[in-house]
């Protein structure tokens, strides 16, 4: 079993949707979580980190549950600069990093 | 937030020829670098894990013979493809870890993508 999955997509919405992404780990020691934003030929950029009372960040938020191990990113009013790709991270307890496959998004208007 | 510096950007070379690429953490002490390939359309392949001072771990199927990794100092790694050729044609990415940073997270270099004619 992977230790991140991630559902790849591709998620197609409009314009001014709500969009979910969920991503389930298998590690329950994990510590540590994130979502990372890529853009098409470019590096990773940390979007958010992802703590366990859940947090927001303008039209973003993420979720932790740990009982079910794992992780959500809502987007709320998507806009056509969200069309990325989406990467859960999931940090262990030995400085591991693992990352799920990604999800597809394009806001179309 | 920590900056991580990968050089260079883009490298064009001959096919048997070695390339290799710096990742410097500019403003903390990497004790772990990561070393990724990414294909077109595809997701991030971990190709190794490095400490600062031993040996890389490769992951399954990444050749180490192939893929020089060095890790000499807290804020340098190098990634050498020796005799490179078209196949390993692709955008390679590191990433940092280490002390200096609260929140946990990985930072990324800014690629370099690899050419092979």
């Known amino acids: 079993r992977k230790e991140v999955e991630q559902d790849p997509g591709p998620f197609n919405v409009p314009e001014g949707a709500t969009v979910a992404f969920n991503c389930t780990y298998s590690n329950s020691a994990s510590q540590s979580f994130f979502w990372y934003r890529q853009d098409c030929r470019k590096e990773p950029k940390l979007l958010m980190s992802?703590?366990?009372s859940g947090n927001e960040d303008g039209r973003f938020t993420a979720q932790l549950n740990r009982a079910s191990q794992y992780i959500s990113l809502l987007i709320r009013d998507s806009k056509l600069s969200d069309s990325a790709t989406y990467l859960c991270v999931v940090r262990n307890t030995g400085n591991q990093f693992y990352f799920g496959t990604g999800t597809s998004l394009t806001v179309i208007p | 937030g920590a900056v991580v510096s990968q050089h260079p950007s883009r490298v064009i070379c001959k096919s048997g020829t070695s390339v290799k690429i710096e990742c410097r953490s500019l403003?903390?002490?990497?004790?772990?670098m990561f070393w990724y390939r990414q294909f077109p359309k595809q997701s991030l392949m971990l190709m190794a894990t490095?400490?600062?001072?031993?040996?890389?771990?490769?992951e399954q199927g990444v050749e180490k013979d192939k893929f020089l990794i060095n890790h000499a100092s807290l804020t340098l790694s190098t990634l050498t493809v020796t005799s490179a050729h078209p196949e390993d044609s692709s955008f390679y990415i590191c990433?940092?870890?280490?002390?200096?940073?609260?929140?946990?997270?990985?930072?990324f270099g800014e690629g370099s993508r690899l050419t092979v004619l």
């Open positions: 403003d903390f002490q990497a004790t772990t």
């Open positions: 990433s940092a870890s280490g002390w200096g940073q609260p929140t946990g997270e990985l930072f």
């Open positions: 992802v703590y366990s």
């Open positions: 490095s400490n600062e001072g031993s040996k890389a771990t490769y």
